[in-house]
């Protein structure tokens, strides 16, 4: 508890990067350990820290940046999961998710600001991997300009001829 004081009792932003790819179960574990580091300081403890402005401890300000369109943890579940989603055979898709899995999807979703970035800065403007991507996002066909300029990034022998793989 001394230890978890230190780490946490003066923090007063957490900024949570790639939270896409952060388990539920990682997500709940962070949530538990930093109220345990600020519980005395910050009069929060097991019977309230699922309540609302008790998440985190009360860190003040909590960010989370990541982008759901792609990768999910690998072999866990996801924060956005859908703990009753059922198959064609009405059989729940997540058999028995645990408390701490519950509870962190349902904190994670009680999110009240939500600031959706549309930009990019990773590219040069009217680069082709810019409309590339977001053909892939939205499952929509290539344009032929923009797959001729992703087939000339494929590999090739010294005499400029394709690796037949790329086909």
């Known amino acids: ?60 300000i909590v960010v989370h940046l990541g982008d759901f369109l792609q990768l999910k943890p690998t072999n866990a579940i996801s924060l956005i999961e859908d703990l009753q989603a059922k198959d064609e055979d009405g059989e729940y898709l997540i058999a028995n998710p645990s408390v701490e899995v519950q509870h962190a999807c349902r904190l994670f979703k009680s999110i009240p600001h939500v600031f959706e970035l549309r930009g990019t800065k990773r590219f040069v403007p009217g680069d082709p991997l810019i409309e590339f991507l977001s053909c892939m996002r939205a499952g929509t066909t290539f344009p032929g300009a923009v797959w001729t300029a992703f087939e000339r990034t494929f590999a090739s022998d010294n005499t400029g001829v394709l690796d037949p793989r790329h086909s």
Request: aromatic letters at 10%.
């Open 1 to 60: 508890l001394n230890s978890l004081a230190r780490l946490w009792g003066n923090v007063r932003v957490l900024v949570i990067e790639e939270v896409s790819m952060t388990s539920a179960i990682l997500y709940n574990a962070l949530d538990f350990r930093s109220m345990y580091g600020r519980s005395v300081a910050h009069e929060v403890n097991e019977c309230n820290y699922a309540q609302a402005g008790c998440a985190f401890g009360r860190i003040p």
